[in-house]
């Protein structure tokens, strides 16, 4: 199915989703042919995301992997309205299509009949925590009608593994390697739900794609909001964070039960809401033990650092679910 940005899609709104297969093989927007590597979450969540609707989309995406592997000239794995940009301004790419489809909608030259598109844009983490994270910020003040979407695999995974500012402590990345005088990334990762939350962000959820029906129902409510909304995506990348391929959603699993990625909203700035509550939360050393990234933590010298570790994913729950109950 085609789309374009003067709509004629079939019915808009939601997509009605009957199940986990016809949902994520439905390819309308999304094609397979692509090279991102196998195991790949970019993908996953990139079709959960698109799948959410039936609205007519103007996606856009930075250059990063998502955009490198899936769209090389002639091919494109987009089959709707899509705009390629620099690495640090996505954001603002898709902004000016939203103000234009205004404009021109004022102006009469898109007719008041045609069917709202949704407007996405997709950036890496690098895309987004840094060199974009201006031009994020400008398009959340100015509270565009689009959805940001941050594919988070904590580094600059396109161009060879840098650490960007979402690497967490500890992590291995090759400007930050762990070796005999280092245990890797010093820093923790920023914390940009907070941040967007506090910019005025209309709407802010962290999602994974291995819950994938909390993923729609977040998409489906950030493509109901008006105003700017946040969206970051936990995207496990089996090349940088060295896990076989097979294992993208057990490790996302263990990413999401051990709370390192807990999963919730804020809506307003304000009302938190914290939308997985897993059964048996699982220790945080089982999750950077299935990632060669963190295997020099293991080692008895750093055993303080695992420990640290854990404490911070237990402050941060004890923080959220406080905030949720406080609703401030
Ligand atoms: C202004 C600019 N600086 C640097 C680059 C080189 N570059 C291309 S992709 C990339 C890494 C992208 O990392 P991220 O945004 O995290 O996306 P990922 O590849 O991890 O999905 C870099 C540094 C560029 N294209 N443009
Ligand atoms: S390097 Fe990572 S993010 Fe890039 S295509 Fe491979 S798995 Fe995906
Ligand atoms: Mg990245």
Known sequence: MSCSLLGGC????????????????????????HVLCPGCAHSIIV????????????????????????????????DCSWIHIGFENGSTAIAGAEAANKALRRKGRISADTPEPKFVA???????????????SGCCDRGHNMMYVCLDNEVYANTGGQASG??????????APAGSDSYGMKQNKKDMLSIMASNGASYVAQVAPNKWKDMVKKI??????DGFVYINAM?????????????????SDLATDSLVFPLYEIIN??????????????????????????????????????????????????????????RV
């Not at 079939?10 to 042919?33: H, M, V, W």
């Not at 995207?235 to 490790?251: D, G, R, Y």
């Not at 050393?285 to 010298?301: I, M, N, S, T, V």
Request: net charge neutral; glycine share 8%; charged share 25%.
């Open 166 to 175: 979402s690497t967490p402590i500890g992590a291995s990345a090759t400007t």
């Open 47 to 78: 079709r959960e995301i698109l799948n959410a609707t039936n609205d007519n989309l103007v996606v856009g995406a930075s250059t990063g992997c998502l955009e490198v592997c899936t769209a090389i000239y002639p091919h494109t794995s987009w």
């Open 235 to 251: 995207s496990a990348c089996t090349t940088e964070w060295k896990f076989p391929m097979h294992q993208t959603i057990e490790v």
């Open 220 to 225: 489906q409510k950030g493509f109901n909001t």
């Open 10 to 33: 079939g019915p808009q709104g939601n997509r009605e989703i009957k199940n986990l297969k016809t949902y994520s093989t439905a390819a309308e927007r999304f094609e397979g042919a």
């Open 122 to 136: 997709f950036g890496g983490d690098g895309s987004t925590y840094d060199i974009g994270f201006q031009w994020i």
């Open 269 to 326: 700035g304000r009302e938190l809401n914290i939308t997985y509550r897993p059964k048996n939360i699982v220790p945080v050393r089982d999750y950077l033990g299935a990632q060669p990234r963190f295997k020099h933590l293991f080692k008895p010298e750093y055993e303080y650092l695992l420990e640290e570790w854990q404490k911070r994913v237990d402050a941060q729950w004890v923080y959220l679910q406080k905030r949720e109950e406080a």
